[in-house]
Nanobody, 117 residues
């Protein structure tokens, strides 16, 4: 079983920045995919950004140029740096993981991000 614990959410004004962290209980150097999804009230959970083991990344169009996903293997942590935040970024952000040699997927409990003036 893998535990994912998110932190770093909060309330920020439009144009501000937040840094989300996801601490994993298993070594992320074997994480085939590590990523972030978000779910706004009344909407489905959607992909925000993923980082693949080979180093490639994918971002949803609405966050390209504003968000950056990265891995800190030494700390088993996945980071989502969010800049120039907009009210439409308001959602619960969930960490996601898939590991090598396993078909299981793992989710964190989520962290609330609210962008409002």
């Amino acid at each position: 079983q893998v535990q994912l614990v998110e932190s770093g959410g909060g309330l920020v004004q439009p144009g501000g920045s937040l840094r989300l962290s996801c601490a994993a209980s298993r070594n992320i150097s074997s994480g085939r995919i590590m990523g972030w999804y978000r779910q706004a009230p009344g909407k489905q959970r959607d992909l925000v950004a993923i980082s693949r083991l080979g180093g490639t990344t994918t971002y949803t169009d609405s966050v390209k140029g504003r968000f950056t996903i990265s891995r800190d293997n030494a700390k088993n942590t996945v980071i989502l740096q969010m800049n120039n935040l907009k009210p439409e970024d308001t959602a619960i952000y969930y960490c996601y993981a898939e590991y090598l040699y396993s078909s299981r997927t793992y989710w964190g409990q989520g962290t609330q991000v609210t962008v409002s003036s």
